[in-house]
DNA sequence: CATACAATTGTAATCGATTGCATATTAATA
DNA sequence: TATTAATATGCAATCGATTACAATTGTATG
């Protein structure tokens, strides 16, 4: 089993040194024509093939991006990731995943180890609502030199670029759907609010209903997890109520399906009774047999990509001053059986 | 913007020697107790982080491992790397994703581009049948000392390791089952047979009805994509054959979606005229509001792990001998609604 | 013909950590 | 006290590539 050949088997072979095979086969000009064409025919034969880890350790950019996300087996991050994947493999970057599984301590230990094998840049979604008292994360903050990109769960840290979309359009704009079909008690499955997203989602459901007149209440807001099962606990709550809800925005699909089956097992009918939308467009949305599921579409494909070319535009930024992003992508609602009474205009 | 704190900048402060507080760091009992504590201390103070490059360049191993998959916004795929992402994280390995979208050229591309980057093994399901046909992949064949690990998608080669699951039997019971279930004229949804998977679906499919006394009709196998466009159209020619089949086991969920679609909008009813079974236990399968599909499981997470836990021990072994594992999981078949006309004994 | 300048290639340091082989210091033994 | 052994540390090479700064050779010009 043979070594890989380096630039001083070259070197050897030829007679040369080994700065000359280096500058040869960077085609650099002071090389002579004669002896590029030579190396580089050498190399061929030879089946040379540079050693990455040697040119990182000496350039200082291993070109590795860690990507940090909660989990990577749900439809969202897996297209996020996809599509950060798809931008900068061509660009020479490789892509590394770390799940946190929504645990803090994991978080903070994942960044420090992505730090410590000197990825050239971090895109992340928090799992961490405090991550400003974690002491990996600020050390990575201090170091300017690694670009951090927040992708969908996101802190607002001066300094630091972010691709979101915005979440207060989509809950405003689903709301302001339920509204237009008519629906007057509109409860919300929220999730926690420490999250930007969450809360803004939130904050586009109260506004809408304040710039529709309708007075907000509290006791229809029901914090849940994004789970079928929290979907149907929360249903339950609200069918039990004096006065159930005429409509439910979910700030979760897994929720919305609970709730849809909660509220179809107890008698009522969806969209007549009760009209349900939730948020990320699953694909089991689109699937449904009878009630496809309206929702918040939140191009991840196109989140990923964007958080990509972000991370692009800092690494390659050579001023002293820092360039910061926040890119703020559109929702779209996606309107379908779960929601849609009567035709809009 | 103060560098990073290397040996040598503690050696310098103590005025002790790089080589000295390496070993210190390293806990070498041959430096003095005093010594070890006082360089752990002042690393501690001078915040100083190992440079895993200089390691990884000095070692030979980076502590990266490839994983190369068509796709990774699936629910199977990113199932699997979980798996293999918490499988190998404790133990000291980044996980560095790879996307082929079943493109020969690009799968060829990125197994030279992890090749390049030092991973110390590559773990992945492959997009090309033809794949021993391909230069960079013969070049990591050769080169035994960087594992390489098939999962699902594998090809048989003699000195690879794989993990699996038994499709044969997976096709088997699905088909065995639909059998039970009174269904004589089974049609199968095959895809590329060059693909290990798929064939032996079928092979397990077209043993399960010679067992049971059934004889094979080859009109009844169409080749389809995994979607549930294609899942529709094949659909659409069985119902049209002069004598449409009363049940169709579907190498893939989504076109057992398509062709429930398809089956339904036909006036056909689901499970009493034709019986449906898929394969991959996607998560839509299980939300269905009506017609539950009816799949077999892969446990995408254990074969993950296994895979992980297989690269594992290849590095690990020091032997001359390489140790080639082939695992094989156990597929689990779900029976739901789609084609549960009677409950089984 | 001498000098200047351009065109090539070489020398050696560097990135940061590890490690075999000295070397120096101290302690133990004869 | 002389010798040996153990203990602790230093020296210098190594991993493979890049690059500032020589050094060499050749060519052109006055």
Known sequence: MKKKTTIYDIAAKLGLTAATVSRALNNNTKISLNTRKLVLETALEMNYEQNKLALALKSGKSFNVGVIVPRIDSNFFSSVIRGIEEELYPMGYHVIICQTH????IENEKINSLVNVQVDGILMSISNANLEENKGFNKLLKNKKTPLVFFDRKKDIKGISSVTIDDFKGGY???K?????GCKRIAHLSNDRNFEIFRNRYLGYKQALSDNGIEFDERLVIETQSSVLDGRRAARLL???ETPPDAIFSSSD?????AIQEIKESGFKIPEDICVVGFSNEPFTRFMELTTISTVDQFPLEM???AAQVFLE?????EDTKITKNVVLTPQLIIRKSSLKHKEA
């Open 102 to 105: 929504n645990q803090e301590n």
């Open 173 to 175: 704009d689903a709301t």
């Open 177 to 181: 759907h339920l509204l237009d079909q």
């Open 239 to 241: 069918l039990d109520m």
């Open 254 to 258: 897994f929720a919305a399906l609970g």
């Open 304 to 306: 990923g990509r964007t």
């Open 314 to 318: 800092e690494v390659s930024n050579t």
